[in-house]
């Protein structure tokens, strides 16, 4: 008969423990990208939530920009545009 080769029960339970807590961590990690996953997916719905309502604002209040701690707005001034042609002649 031959010998069986095996580790102590002292180094099997150590080892146990130290390979069920890297795998526990794996999952930990597993189910924190998932919630990552559902985050970033409620980020850009609401980024586009806002967006939409900016062109609310906008068709409300015309271009302006509103100090989002009290409510006030001052109108943004558009820039005049000069076309290339007139650019070219100068």
């Known amino acids: 008969m031959s010998k069986e080769n095996k580790i102590t029960e002292e ?17 930990q990690i597993g189910g924190l990208e998932a919630q990552k996953h559902i985050a970033l997916h409620q980020l850009l719905a609401g980024q586009e939530d806002l967006q939409k309502f900016q062109v609310e604002l906008e068709d409300t209040y015309g271009k302006v920009s509103i100090n989002i701690q009290d409510g006030t707005y001052q109108e943004i001034q558009e820039e005049e545009t000069v076309s290339p042609e007139v650019l070219a002649k100068a």
């Open 11 to 27: 180094h099997l339970s150590n080892l146990q423990q130290k390979v069920g807590g890297i795998q526990n961590l794996q999952a």
